[in-house]
């Protein structure tokens, strides 16, 4: 089952909670501080150990002090004009993370709507790359959810997942 939800993704209670993180691993602004914060200074210490990851690519840490038993973390692209490259590295950030899950057991995972914050991803497209790869996905997930954050991408999710497209 996908579905869509308007809330912060640190309260959730799920297996697996997606950070859209930066390419240094270490923490950032938007929903990359706001799991830090949440999960407590292990997840730092931990991410260290991996000396960044490249965008698109995922890593995976325990969930600390979240509800969450695991977080993923993967770098999206920033937008530049969608001429370099930025729905394939968009779709293999959604990609990679449900590898990890699927491959640490995880039966329910939420995503933020990765790169649509600073990273400049338009909502609508960046929407519709994120519902194609969770359609892909369905069959080896119990839940997944795309936790919004704002009213206006709630609406795109919504839309996206009712039309059927
Ligand atoms: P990026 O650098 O990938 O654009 P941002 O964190 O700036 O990452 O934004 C990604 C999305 O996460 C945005 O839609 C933003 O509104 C949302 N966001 C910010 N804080 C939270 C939160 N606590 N829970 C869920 N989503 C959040």
């Not at 200074?41 to 509800?67: D, M, Q, S, V, W």
């Not at 359609?135 to 919504?158: P, S, T």
Request: net charge negative; with cysteine.
């Amino acid at each position: 089952m996908i579905e869509a939800i308007q809330g912060d993704i640190t309260k959730l209670d799920i297996d697996a909670v997606v950070n859209a993180a930066n390419k240094t691993l270490l923490g950032g602004g938007g929903v990359d501080g706001a799991i830090h914060r949440a999960a407590g200074p292990e997840l730092l210490a931990a991410c260290r150990e991996f000396g960044g990851c490249e965008t698109g690519a995922a890593r995976i840490t325990p969930g600390f002090r979240l509800k969450a038993r695991w977080i993923i973390h993967t770098p999206g692209p920033v937008w530049r004009d969608g001429e370099h490259g930025e729905p394939e590295l968009l779709q293999s950030c959604y990609r990679s993370s449900f590898k990890l899950a699927r491959e640490a057991g995880a039966k329910s995972i939420a995503f933020p709507n990765i790169s649509t914050g600073v990273y400049g991803y338009p909502k609508a497209d960046a929407a519709r790359v994120a519902v194609g790869v969770m359609r892909e996905e369905n069959g080896n997930f119990e839940r997944i959810v795309a936790c919004c954050f704002d009213a206006e991408n709630l609406g795109l999710y919504r839309d996206l997942l009712e039309g059927g497209e």
